[in-house]
């Protein structure tokens, strides 16, 4: 059985880097963004399908749901597994809870003015604004799901480790340690230089389908790439969102 742990946070906060050095470990797997969620709800929504409602038997699409992640997760060898995903949503920490699982996370976080700010820049968009509205929409915004899942963590006192991108960059090898500590993971000795990128399975990520070139890439060197916030977000959208970090 392998054990099942949670990636949350926000995006562009180092969520690549940690998954490449943790991944060094054979023992341990922290995967690509995830599907696990969105297949464990739309499992558990089969509940309320007519197929049901005329033969109200469950118990099937309970064994499916308990074995998820067993089934899912089989064909790596790892024996944990990091599931990177906006698993703080209150559905999801319901579910978790709901077949036996305690979660516990990793959340990696990083002020969301600088989070937004990056993803401008790589993005290379025409419009900011439209942008920005669009990452933080509240139906099917990335940036705000990852906010309201952070939010949902830390609000419902689940247990987490909560790591800020700056300490993670410039006190990595510290702050890996915390990870294995808070997981009770034995020891492994990690390289952090010459960082190669990520892959799992011998597969990496195809960014050109979100109309990215280097949405996962990752500096062989671990250093943070400082530049001016307000050279790609205006001020009044800095003013707004300045605020909204609950860390």
């Not at 023992?27 to 033969?55: Q, R, W």
């Not at 820049?121 to 099917?140: G, L, T």
Request: contains cysteine.
């Amino acid at each position: 059985m392998k054990k099942i742990y949670f990636l949350a946070g926000y995006s562009r906060s180092g969520n690549t880097l940690l998954s490449c050095i943790l991944n060094q470990n054979k023992k341990i797997a922290v995967t690509p963004n995830s599907c696990v969620s969105t297949i464990m709800n739309n499992l558990f929504e089969l509940h309320e399908s007519e197929f049901i409602k005329n033969f109200p038997e469950t118990s099937g699409i309970d064994n499916v749901i308990k074995k998820l992640f067993q089934n899912y997760y089989e064909n790596l060898e790892a024996e944990t597994i990091f599931d990177r995903s906006s698993w703080g949503n209150i559905a999801n920490l319901h579910l978790l809870k709901k077949y036996g699982i305690e979660p516990k996370f990793i959340l990696l976080v990083r002020p969301l003015i600088e989070v937004l700010a990056s993803f401008v820049k790589i993005s290379n968009c025409e419009n900011v604004r439209e942008f920005v509205e669009k990452m933080m929409n509240p139906m099917s915004g990335k940036i705000y799901k990852d906010w309201l899942s952070t939010k949902n963590i830390i609000e419902t006192k689940q247990n987490y480790l909560l790591i800020k991108y700056d300490d993670l960059i410039n006190n990595t090898e510290i702050n890996v340690n915390k990870i294995y500590n808070y997981f009770n993971i034995q020891k492994f000795q990690h390289t952090y230089s010459n960082i190669k990128p990520f892959e799992l399975n011998g597969v990496k990520y195809n960014d050109t389908i979100y109309g990215y070139s280097n949405l996962h890439f990752v500096r062989p060197n671990i250093e943070k790439q400082n530049y001016d916030i307000e050279e790609y977000l205006p001020k009044d959208i800095i003013k707004k969102y300045l605020e909204w970090d609950n860390f």
